[in-house]
């Protein structure tokens, strides 16, 4: 009985250990289980906890062996002890059996505890240290933070996010988000990720630009990232992390403006590069070309003069023949006009490039003008054999407004070149009215010839002051270059424009056109111009007309003796009584004496440029002391502003040198007194 007792007591002892050991094991791995979950579920601390690898949940499996085999020790200890029993003599085995047996349950107790320790308290530790230091980072982020749900329900506003948007946490928690962000969808990051959320897990993640906006309305650029949060058992949720672009977007604003501005610099200081480098080829080339026209200047001026020093030589021989003689005489005025012509050329280059020439506008009749010019033309095309001809397309106002000595001066000028270039064939003048454009008409006037004509090169620079076609030192046609760049200048005083057309071989056609004025009441006729080549004898020289002979005593005050001579000899020719004097103070004097005396003088010829006192000192005196007899400006000066210069020093009228004797004459007849 008393063994079967032992028996009994023995396997309850067994029966015990065995039951708690079992019992404990799926308790303690529960526990575990759930700690390791309620870690990971939480928002703010799963995205800091990495997911358990095979490695670490064998890791755990051992863990929770150890404290099962500490429960299982007592009942290994006891099937021992029963052991020992029956193979020794122990007779007090039931005592020993206990205390052992309480031994090995008060180690195994030991052992669970400090293992469910481990496992269960550091593990809760670790998510209340990870979940402090998501809330810090939460907090501090200068970036804002915004959890929401799968429908977009807001959960967490960060402190930086109510700074951002301008609204407390308080107020909008349980919001939609898209009150942050109305026109986007921004609960979600995109329709792909959507798509990509079910197979990619939490890290799936999504970054773009956004227009947010405030609490009070008011719209602004950011940048948000969007972060999925998976959760076990549960629809996921979205880490908002915005931030503001405000001053990005100045700074790209400001670094795109600067960037414009720095190509902006860039281009004008190519401008300015090309610009330097065309100005100093253009001064290069301008100084190129005032040295040719310098040396053609000295060709020019010293050809004449050659011809005129040597003829004139030539009429102090007393041997030379009387048709010689003749022959001299019409050789040296030709040279002297080649000169005059080039001394206006030089003038009135000069007069346009100052801005001080004048265009007068009178009336003045196409046609005649015309004819003049080619009666004037005809000797030349004559000597050359060429044919000249006039003729109109339709009818020509019977007048225009305009300065008829530069249109004049333009028409010589065109024809001039189209005789120079021209070896055989024709001459055309063409006029014609162009139909009104803008209200206004427009006189055009074609000057055509059969020459050499010129390149595309050669025109190019055909309109330039000190420039020809041909500019070589064997050139073989003489001329400045003058006369293009005058009549171009002039034609747009005039209210028009010049064209040139040409082809080497060919020949070359000048159209320009002009302002004739108001032509609503003008009549239009149709001009009968001469028959191509009509004889048109002009004598050279210039003779005076016939005239009867003057009456008068006139003073010439000139300072150089040859003119002194030549313009006294006119004088006397012309009938009138000469005195001389050679400055302005001793005109003066004289001018004086002879108002007080006897024989006062009727007209005073007066040099504007003399020693001691000059003409318009001298003139200024006479008239301060009332002297009110003709006083005539006799000046080499023909810049614009001399003549008024002149008159306001109290000249009454003024005439240019050289003296040209119908001049001279026709002013002489206009202030002296009639017999």
């Known amino acids: 009985m008393a063994s079967a007792n032992a028996t009994a007591t023995a396997r309850s002892a067994t029966t015990l250990?065995?039951?708690?050991?079992?019992?404990?094991?799926?308790?303690?791995?529960?526990?575990?289980?759930?700690?390791?979950?309620?870690?990971?579920?939480?928002?703010?601390?799963?995205?800091?906890?990495?997911?358990?690898?095979?490695?670490?949940?064998?890791?755990?499996?051992?863990?929770?062996?150890?404290?099962?085999?500490?429960?299982?020790?007592?009942?290994?200890?006891?099937?021992?002890?029963?052991?020992?029993?029956?193979?020794?003599?122990?007779?007090?085995?039931?005592l020993a059996m206990l205390l052992t047996t309480a031994a090995a349950l008060l180690l195994g107790i030991v052992l669970a505890f400090r293992r469910l320790q481990s496992r269960l308290l550091l593990p809760a530790l670790r998510a209340i240290e990870y979940a402090a230091h998501s809330r810090a980072i939460f907090e501090a982020s200068r970036d804002g933070i915004v959890v929401v749900d799968h429908l977009g329900r807001i959960h967490s506003f960060s402190p930086s996010a109510e700074t951002m948007f301008g609204w407390f946490a308080g107020d909008i928690i349980g919001h939609n988000i898209k009150e942050l962000m109305p026109d986007v969808n921004a609960h979600r990051p995109d329709p792909a990720l959507r798509r990509r959320n079910l197979d990619e897990g939490p890290t799936t993640s999504s970054q773009r630009t956004v227009l947010g906006r405030r609490a009070d309305g008011?719209?602004?650029?950011?940048?948000?990232?969007?972060?999925?949060?998976?959760?076990?058992?549960?629809?996921?949720?979205?880490?908002?992390?915005?931030?503001?672009?405000?001053?990005?977007?100045?700074?790209?604003?400001?670094?795109?403006?600067?960037?414009?501005?720095?190509?902006?610099?860039?281009?004008?200081?190519?401008?300015?590069?090309?610009?330097?480098?065309?100005?100093?080829?253009?001064?290069?080339?301008?100084?190129?070309?005032?040295?040719?026209?310098?040396?053609?200047?000295?060709?020019?001026?010293?050809?004449?003069?050659?011809?005129?020093?040597?003829?004139?030589?030539?009429?102090?021989?007393?041997?030379?023949?009387?048709?010689?003689?003749?022959?001299?005489?019409?050789?040296?005025?030709?040279?002297?006009?080649?000169?005059?012509?080039?001394?206006?050329?030089?003038?009135?280059?000069?007069?346009?490039?100052?801005?001080?020439?004048?265009?007068?506008?009178?009336?003045?009749?196409?046609?005649?003008?015309?004819?003049?010019?080619?009666?004037?033309?005809?000797?030349?095309?004559?000597?050359?054999?060429?044919?000249?001809?006039?003729?109109?397309?339709?009818?020509?106002?019977?007048?225009?407004?305009t300065d008829p000595t530069r249109l004049r001066q333009v028409l010589i000028n065109l024809c001039g070149n189209a005789i120079k270039f021209t070896e055989a064939g024709t001459i055309t003048l063409t006029a014609q009215i162009l139909p009104p454009h803008d209200g206004q008409s427009l006189l055009q006037i074609e000057v055509r010839d059969t020459g050499i004509g010129m390149t595309a090169q050669q025109i190019a620079t055909l309109f330039r002051p000190f420039t020809q076609a041909d500019s070589s030192t064997t050139r073989r046609f003489g001329g400045t270059g003058l006369g293009l760049s005058i009549s171009k200048r002039l034609v747009e005083m005039l209210g028009g424009s010049i064209d040139v057309n040409s082809e080497p071989g060919i020949g070359s056609s000048f159209t320009f056109t002009i302002e004739p004025g108001d032509l609503r009441a003008i009549l239009?006729?149709?001009?009968?111009?001469?028959?191509?080549?009509?004889?048109?004898?002009?004598?050279?020289?210039?003779?005076?007309?016939?005239?009867?002979?003057?009456?008068?005593?006139?003073?010439?005050?000139?300072?150089?003796?040859d003119n002194q001579r030549l313009i006294s000899h006119l004088l006397h020719k012309f009938g009138v009584e000469v005195t001389v004097v050679a400055d302005g103070k001793s005109a003066v004097d004289r001018a004086l004496a002879a108002e007080?005396?006897?024989?006062?003088?009727?007209?005073?010829?007066?040099?504007?440029?003399?020693?001691?006192?000059?003409?318009?000192?001298?003139?200024?005196?006479?008239?301060?002391?009332g002297y009110e007899k003709p006083i005539v400006a006799l000046t080499a000066n023909t810049m614009s502003g001399d003549r008024e210069r002149c008159l306001a020093a109290g000249c009454t009228d003024f005439t240019q040198k050289p003296v040209e004797r119908q001049t001279l004459l026709s002013v002489l007849e206009r202030l002296l007194p009639h017999p």
């Open 524 to 561: 239009l006729v149709q001009p009968e111009f001469l028959p191509p080549n009509e004889a048109a004898v002009i004598p050279l020289g210039k003779p005076a007309r016939a005239t009867s002979l003057l009456r008068g005593h006139i003073l010439l005050a000139e300072d150089g003796p």
């Open 218 to 401: 008011s719209a602004f650029p950011l940048s948000i990232y969007v972060k999925r949060i998976s959760r076990p058992g549960a629809e996921p949720m979205f880490c908002h992390v915005f931030r503001d672009q405000t001053e990005q977007a100045a700074i790209e604003r400001a670094s795109i403006g600067h960037a414009r501005q720095i190509e902006s610099a860039n281009v004008q200081l190519a401008q300015s590069k090309f610009e330097a480098e065309d100005a100093r080829a253009q001064a290069e080339a301008a100084n190129r070309s005032k040295s040719e026209f310098l040396a053609n200047m000295s060709h020019e001026i010293r050809t004449p003069m050659t011809a005129i020093l040597g003829f004139a030589e030539n009429l102090m021989d007393p041997a030379l023949a009387q048709e010689e003689r003749h022959e001299a005489v019409e050789t040296i005025l030709r040279n002297g006009d080649h000169l005059m012509t080039l001394i206006d050329d030089i003038l009135d280059l000069s007069k346009i490039e100052a801005g001080k020439l004048t265009i007068e506008r009178i009336d003045v009749s196409p046609s005649e003008l015309l004819e003049d010019v080619a009666r004037l033309m005809r000797v030349r095309t004559d000597a050359k054999q060429l044919r000249l001809s006039v003729c109109s397309k339709g009818p020509l106002p019977a007048t225009i407004t």
């Open 596 to 625: 007080t005396g006897d024989q006062p003088f009727d007209l005073i010829l007066m040099d504007m440029q003399m020693p001691v006192m000059d003409g318009y000192q001298a003139t200024g005196e006479l008239r301060s002391k």
């Open 17 to 94: 250990p065995l039951t708690i050991s079992l019992l404990a094991y799926p308790l303690l791995k529960h526990c575990v289980v759930n700690v390791d979950d309620m870690a990971r579920t939480n928002p703010l601390v799963s995205t800091s906890l990495p997911e358990p690898t095979s490695q670490q949940q064998r890791a755990v499996a051992v863990r929770i062996l150890w404290p099962t085999i500490a429960l299982l020790l007592p009942a290994i200890t006891l099937v021992l002890a029963m052991t020992l029993r029956e193979k020794t003599a122990l007779t007090d085995w039931p």
